[in-house]
């Protein structure tokens, strides 16, 4: 059974740093792509990132381009996101997500089987 786990969330003052992982077990991630969403109080979940199977294609979200990097540990089975610069509209809580090609990567629509999420607060 596929199951994601987010970690490595926190509160960050503007201008730091985050990575969160998302350790994904009942799949290997040469078989399967991941999302990264984030949702803020009162707001849609919006697509932050993904990364297809085997890591061969990545997006990210213009709002996080030049400041977030999504990568693969594949002895780890593991997604990072990394978060540099950060602001305070980052903030919110970040999930990790399996990609079933339903449509656009960034479309919650198109996921499966979605970790619990993890708070990200960026303030001073």
């Known amino acids: 059974q596929l199951q994601l786990v987010e970690s490595g969330g926190g509160l960050v003052q503007p201008g730091g740093s985050l990575r969160l992982a998302c350790t994904v077990s009942?799949?290997?991630?040469?078989?399967?792509?991941i999302g990264w969403f984030r949702q803020a109080p009162g707001k849609e979940r919006e697509g932050v990132s993904w990364?297809?199977?085997?890591?061969?294609?990545?997006r990210l979200a213009d709002s996080v381009k030049g400041r977030f990097t999504i990568s693969t540990d594949n002895s780890k089975n593991t997604v990072y996101l990394q978060m540099n610069s950060l602001k305070p509209e980052d903030t919110g809580i970040y999930y990790c997500?399996?990609?079933?090609?339903?449509?656009?990567?960034?479309?919650?629509?198109?996921?499966?089987?979605w970790g619990q999420g993890t708070q990200v607060t960026v303030s001073s």
């Open positions: 009942g799949f290997t991630l040469e078989n399967i792509a």
């Open positions: 997500a399996a990609d079933a090609h339903r449509g656009a990567w960034s479309w919650p629509g198109s996921y499966d089987s």
């Open positions: 990364i297809s199977s085997s890591a061969r294609d990545s």
